[in-house]
Every structure is written in structure tokens, then in C-alpha cells.
Nanobody
């Protein structure tokens, strides 16, 4: 089992920045670098949508965040980050990180482990 815990959410004005963290624990010793880690978000009343993913081959982003968000990982700390810049009110959502062994996974059904989510609210 892998446990994921997100942190770093909060309230920010439009144009501001936040950095989310996703810390993994459990059965990750020596293997965390092999996991694909994705960030998803879910706004109220909407379906969960893909934001970004990182694996050992590289990174992918949704069109809505490309150029504003950056996903990175620090394997020594079993942690993945999502740096969010130039935030917009439409970025308001609960942000989730998830882990899988599948490369470049961009749909929620490809992921095996999920965190509890962290709320990001962007005011206009």
C-alpha cells in the first residue's frame, strides 16, 4: 500500500501562486522514483480532471495549465510538487495527487492510490 498526503492548498488572489506537495509513504522504499504521480482537480459539481503527470520519461500537462503550472519530484523525499503560477478563479478546486505504475497516465481510472485532496481557492 502507498499512502499519499497533499498539502499546500489555500486561498489566493488571481495572479498569485501556490505550491502543492504530495508526500508518499508506505511501500515506497527504494521504488518511489518508478511511480507515475499525477495531479487531478475537481471543482464543485464537475468531474475530476487531469492537471499534470510526472514519470521517469518526463512530464505532461493539460492545456488549461500548460505554461502556468510545473510538476516536479524529489525522490529522496518521496515527494512530488505542483508549482502553480498565474492562478485564475477557474483553477479553484480540490486538488488530488495519485500514484500508478502506468506511464503517462492521464485518466483517474489508471491510478491505484489517491490522497485526500487539498482545497485551492482563487479569488477574483
Amino acid at each position: 500500500q502507498v499512502q499519499l498526503v497533499e498539502s499546500g492548498g489555500g486561498l489566493v488572489q488571481a495572479g498569485g501562486s501556490l505550491r502543492l506537495s504530495c508526500a508518499a509513504s508506505g511501500r515506497t522504499f527504494g521504488t518511489f522514483s518508478r511511480y507515475t504521480i499525477g495531479w487531478f482537480r475537481q471543482a464543485r459539481g464537475k468531474e475530476r480532471e487531469f492537471v499534470a503527470v510526472i514519470d521517469y520519461t518526463g512530464t505532461l500537462y493539460s492545456d488549461s495549465v500548460k505554461g502556468r503550472f510545473t510538476i516536479s519530484r524529489e525522490n529522496a523525499k518521496n515527494t512530488v510538487y505542483l508549482q502553480m503560477n498565474s492562478l485564475k478563479p477557474e483553477d479553484t478546486a480540490v486538488y488530488y495527487c495519485a500514484a500508478t505504475g502506468t506511464l503517462a497516465a492521464r485518466t483517474p481510472d489508471r491510478y491505484d492510490y489517491w490522497g485526500q485532496g487539498t482545497q485551492v481557492t482563487v479569488s477574483s
